[in-house]
């Protein structure tokens, strides 16, 4: 059976070296921490060096919650629970809990959203608007252990967790106060998004380091049924692209309703609008990015002219009248890319770029391959 090689507290790579350097300079601003590292084998790291800003309260915070399969790479693990049931599963979980467990595929997003909140705490040391973590997951409370231990080991800030033993977690997704919500588990996806909790599932697949510098996050979100509703995409299917161009052309002026991430991305240009009020624009740590395949002249007014009166200020609009996103995708490099249709969700993965589905409107119940997110 395979185990993780003993490790050493500290950078891992040259990429999580850089990432570490760019944390502590932001830190070291507002907070010095004196942690002594030592041989993570032998004792778990001190809480106290995740602990870079005070844990936020619910109602000023934006809440991300994530389950632990997308949190960390729990690929192996998840093998043993199928082949040997959850006996043996817990009993290996139990005997490895204080080896550390692998960035999984929402790694390097929230451990970008740390580096964000820190620079706003660079702007004002009291501010309250943070992005906090919770970790979601239907493991049992001895698990929780292993859990604990791994983000203490990777220093993140984590301080909320649920564990239910078995039973779904979607329950508590609204007692959170939960923006978004990312889970390997479609089902728990597919639920949450009924209750109209913005949520996407995440994929085993493209890097689980940032692949770039964690000094700029960076987000991009298809149109149609994300950011927009599926009210285009329904035309599309159903009666195909021509028609689809005829109703664009004669609504350009009125906007789309709500897609399922149209809140959460509200949210996040929220927090733009914090650094930009101080004069940061072009040096803003956030960039947010539409990729759609509509094109530009055709039905693109109408997509541009939704997101004026919405307010939302995306910072690069990228109409590919259908081409692949996945080329573009590896060049934008974000550390999530949010998308209704499996082909694009694919596309991305093969280009090395963490992609996440969004299980929702019509494009779920066709396999057409015609599409205008």
Known sequence: MTTFPPTIVGPDSDDDAEI????????????????????????????????RWNIPKPDTAIIIAVS??????????????????LAKYIEYMIEKENTPLKPGSAFPFIQALACINLKLLELDP?????????????????????????????????ERVCLTAGKSVIGYLSAYNTDLY??????????ALNRGIASARLFAGGSTKASQSCSKL??????DAVLFSDEAEIIAKEHGLEKFFENEAKKANQPLDYGPLHKFAMKIGEIKKKFSDRGIIEECPIRTYLVTARSAASSGLRALRTLRVWGLDIDEALFLAGAPKGPILEKIKPHLFFD??????????????????????????????????
């Open 182 to 191: 990312l889970s390997a588990d479609e089902d728990n996806v597919v639920q």
């Open 340 to 373: 209704d249709q499996t082909r694009n969700v694919e596309s991305g993965l093969e280009h090395g770029v963490q992609s996440a589905h969004v299980p929702y409107g019509i494009a779920q119940k066709s396999t057409s391959k015609t599409g205008t997110g």
């Open 68 to 85: 632990s399969r997308a949190l960390f790479d729990l690929t192996e693990e998840r093998t043993l629970y199928e082949k040997e049931g």
């Open 126 to 158: 009291q501010e309250k608007n943070l992005f906090d973590v919770v970790l979601m997951s239907n493991q049992s409370a001895q698990i929780g252990v292993s859990l604990i231990n791994s983000i203490n080991y990777h220093k993140m800030t984590i």
């Open 20 to 51: 570490e350097k760019e944390l502590n300079q932001i830190t070291n601003n507002f907070v010095t921490l004196d942690v002594k590292k030592a041989m993570f084998q032998d004792r778990p790291l001190s809480p106290i060096a995740t602990r």
């Open 218 to 223: 960076k987000i991009a979100f298809d149109g």
